[in-house]
């Protein structure tokens, strides 16, 4: 829905992997055959007091089954999956003295 610049040097610094994914199908050919749909789940990682159900912080091996779990069913090969986590920094920002959570994907 929008794009951001971010400098070369902050990307090195704040990922250890980039991955471009390139989504158009242009061929008319296959249009009628081959769809993308689209799903979306919202839920969040938050951190909660210490040893609670709602201390959901991330990628933590101690509290990773009290994340958000979900399954998907990929029923055919040639079928592909694209997954997309993210970090709102408006409320997680530096500048509010806080760092990027861990996120655990499996």
Known sequence: K???WIP???VVSQFTELVICRLLNRNPFALARRRWHES???DNW???ARGTTGDRSGGAEETMLRNPQY???IKKQ???LLV???Q???FNSESNGFTNFLIGFF
């Open 84 to 86: 997309q986590l993210m």
């Open 71 to 73: 399954i998907c069913d």
């Open 46 to 48: 938050r951190s909660g």
């Open 2 to 4: 929008s794009e951001f």
């Open 8 to 10: 070369l040097d902050d």
């Open 40 to 42: 979306a789940w919202v």
């Open 78 to 80: 040639e079928e592909e």
């Open 88 to 90: 709102y920094h408006e």
